[in-house]
């Protein structure tokens, strides 16, 4: 990123510290480079991100592909932007017509599209969307110099011939030891070679370029945000009408992903998602409540019983129409 070499840099900081994202690439970068953090305000605001961009002459910006978009759909020229040079994006895939136009109307000359898991201390890939035409297309760039990374076939861990699609795994010294006293789930997740299992759903070209193509986990990513449907589902399970709940990410342009929940009524209740909404609020963080609240009476199965949670999340866009 230059820090070492540049004058001044003055990073805006949005991102949360409890991310990877704030914590590693922020405080981190701090207490190394010696750079200064400017945090523009207690909660998220993308009117207070251009307001100490403005005020503070940061040329540096972290940001979500979310985050990003928000601050492009403000007046920019109500602002003082001239002192931007540069930007760090990273948490979900960014859509390229944000990229232009962070260049053309932010004037951020430089973007650095970061990969990686907290796992993996947390990046693993970098790519330069400015520099080449390719990635100005959805890929990440390619792999860190201090890094190894390899796409496998999720049912029998061999190597993919390069563009296929794959499992995406990663070794190197970035890959943690394992999680804190949990050597089952660490076992699950690391292998006896090293090769941390991401979960992603990637494909490697012949020049190194890394393309995310989806997730294997459950995970949903809202704007940046890793929510665990887990977790919501056993939160509304508490409700007392409520007899099953599944939670799916369902397609949204600006966020990338919406939570949408997926419920099966007790017998003889009736209830509204206003109500279901109501229940959350206070209770679960608010990137976590349901977006969307469905009502339905069964849910798409295997053979074994188990739920198919990608045509359920499919059957949901549909009838929402998105």
Not at 33 to 51: D, K, M, Q
Not at 251 to 268: F, H, S, T, Y
Not at 285 to 299: A, C, L, T
Request: one cysteine or more; hydrophobic letters at 35%; aromatic letters at 8%.
């Amino acid at each position: 990123m230059g820090y070492g070499w540049r004058p001044q840099v003055r990073v805006c900081v949005p991102v949360p510290m409890y991310h990877c994202f704030g914590s590693v690439l922020g405080g981190m970068s701090m207490a190394v480079h010696g750079i200064t953090l400017v945090f523009p305000c207690s909660g998220y605001s993308s009117r207070a991100n251009l307001e100490a961009i403005q005020s503070e002459k940061c040329n540096f910006v972290y940001g979500t592909p979310t985050m990003f978009a928000d601050m492009l759909s403000q007046d920019l020229h109500k602002y003082d932007l001239s002192s931007v040079e540069a930007g760090i994006m990273g948490g979900s895939p960014c859509p390229p017509a944000i990229m232009r136009k962070l260049i053309t109307d932010m004037n951020m000359k430089e973007i650095t599209i970061c990969y990686g898991t907290t796992e993996n201390s947390p990046i693993t890939f970098m790519g330069f969307p400015q520099d080449t035409e390719e990635l100005k297309t959805n890929t990440v760039g390619c792999i860190m110099s201090h890094t190894e990374a390899k796409v496998v076939d999720p049912n029998n861990g061999e190597i993919v011939p390069l563009g296929a699609s794959g499992e995406l795994m990663i070794r190197g010294s970035c890959v943690m030891h394992g999680y804190w006293d949990d050597p089952e789930k660490t076992r699950q997740a690391i292998c006896q070679a090293r090769w941390y299992r991401t979960g992603d759903v990637a494909s490697l070209n012949s020049l190194g370029y890394c393309c995310i193509e989806g997730r294997i986990k459950d995970m949903i990513i809202r704007g940046g945000e890793n929510i665990y449907p887990a977790e919501i589902e056993q939160f509304l399970y508490t409700h007392p009408k409520v007899q099953e709940v599944q939670v799916v990410g369902v397609k949204d342009e600006r966020l990338g992903e919406q939570v949408c929940a997926c419920i099966r009524l007790m017998e003889g209740q009736t209830s509204s998602a206003e109500e279901i909404k109501a229940f959350c609020k206070g209770q679960i963080s608010h990137f976590k409540m349901p977006h969307y609240v469905i009502f339905v009476d069964s849910y798409p199965l295997t053979a074994s019983g188990k739920i198919k949670k990608n045509l359920l999340k499919e059957a949901m866009e549909k009838k929402l129409g998105l």
